[in-house]
């Protein structure tokens, strides 16, 4: 694999996650965090989610939680409120 395309998930006991290749956070709550990676959109969903380390320069996100579901897309989340919009509906039907 390039090294400027390497991403990585390592999910502990589905309470701990750590991430690589993260580009950007679009948005999170408690609930639910939706990042860019190297290799497209990802969401993440669970319950009492928080951020326990970001650090973009680097691409690590480390976050903890109940981890219910990981889910990717193609599509990347910068960009518009219309794009964004556009990207929740594909992904959440």
Known sequence: MVEERR???????????????????????DSEILLDTKMGALILKGEGLNIVHLDVEQGNLSV?????????????????????KAIWQRLLK
């Open 7 to 29: 991403h990585q998930l390592q999910l502990v006991n589905r309470e701990q996650l750590s991430v690589t290749g993260v580009s950007h956070v679009a948005n999170y709550d």
């Open 64 to 84: 903890s939680g109940q981890i219910t579901s990981l889910v990717y897309s193609n599509q990347d989340v910068r960009g518009g409120s219309g794009r964004r």
